[in-house]
């Protein structure tokens, strides 16, 4: 990655670590762990039935969020929403960057883990996988880390998309169940859809 994306994706997991505080950070989470992919390709993304949709400020992009949960100000990311508690058990954020010459998406979501590994501590992968949001391809990367005195269980989804790079991360605490996390940033991640033109 360029210093200029690892800057980025710095920033932007920093600032999601300061929206949430607290926590017990001593547990380990679920071992419902490895998540393979299904034989024969990737797993298709299905998206959240219910829920609210939401743009990006350009109209690039949709989603659809979980209908209790409340848009929160993250000048580094395009679009940041959260649980309602003040302690968010489950936050995530849309970020994009100029991916240069990455044109595969293995590539680009192997290079973030590459600086993640370099960057932060106690970093636990569970799973690198392919899967598909429709007919789009994406990488997803569920792993725990340590940023600060903070250690989190992250949800990365990785898609470039007409020359650009879009990363939704999410994030919950160490002891949450790690299938219900997946399940519910699947969800969401399987409602993005790209405006063409």
């Not at 409340?70 to 100029?98: C, G, K, Y």
């Not at 470039?160 to 997946?182: C, H, K, M, N, W």
Request: with cysteine; charged share 20%.
């Amino acid at each position: 990655m360029t210093h200029r994306k690892s800057l980025v994706y710095v920033l932007c997991v920093l600032a999601m670590l300061l929206a949430a505080c607290g926590g017990d950070d001593s547990a380990n989470p679920a071992s419902t762990a490895a998540d393979a992919g299904q034989p024969g390709g990737p797993n298709v993304l299905q998206p959240l039935t219910t829920g609210r949709d939401v743009q990006a400020p350009d109209g690039r992009y949709s989603l659809r969020v979980p209908g209790e949960w409340v848009q929160f100000d993250d000048q580094i990311s395009e679009l940041s929403f959260r649980t309602v508690a003040e302690d968010p058990a489950l936050a995530l954020n849309v970020v994009r960057e100029d991916v240069g010459g990455t044109a595969r998406v293995q590539a680009y979501a192997e290079e973030a883990r590459e600086d993640v590994g370099r960057i932060y501590k106690n970093v636990n992968s569970f799973s690198l996988s392919p899967v598909r949001i429709g007919t789009l391809e994406a990488y997803r990367w569920i792993y725990t880390a340590t940023i600060g005195e903070q250690s989190r269980l992250f949800y990365q989804l990785y898609v470039i998309e007409g020359g650009q790079g879009f990363v939704l991360t999410g994030y919950a605490p160490l002891d949450a169940d790690l299938s219900s996390v997946r399940s519910t940033f699947d969800s969401i991640a399987g409602s993005l859809n790209f405006a063409r033109g």
